[in-house]
């Protein structure tokens, strides 16, 4: 999945949460779209306990969206 894709889903509105599934097989679930910035091969995430990760697109294997609050 491509930045462009990526950024659509952070964009969307009304925002609809989803998982990040990496090619580790670990997963990220973004509940909030200003926890998200969509860079040109990477991902910036800002996680729930204030910590954040730079994820590399080409780690990122799917994204599902998750349901609502």
Do not use: C, Y
Not at 15 to 25: A, C, E, M, V, Y
């Amino acid at each position: 999945m491509g930045a462009e894709q990526i950024n659509e889903l952070v964009e969307r509105v009304p925002f609809i949460p989803f998982r990040i599934t990496l090619s580790s097989g670990d997963h990220i679930d973004i509940t909030r779209s200003h926890s998200v910035a969509v860079m040109r091969t990477e991902i910036f995430i800002v996680l729930p306990d204030d910590r954040w990760k730079f994820i590399p697109l080409r780690h990122v294997a799917s994204i599902e969206t998750l349901a609502a609050a």
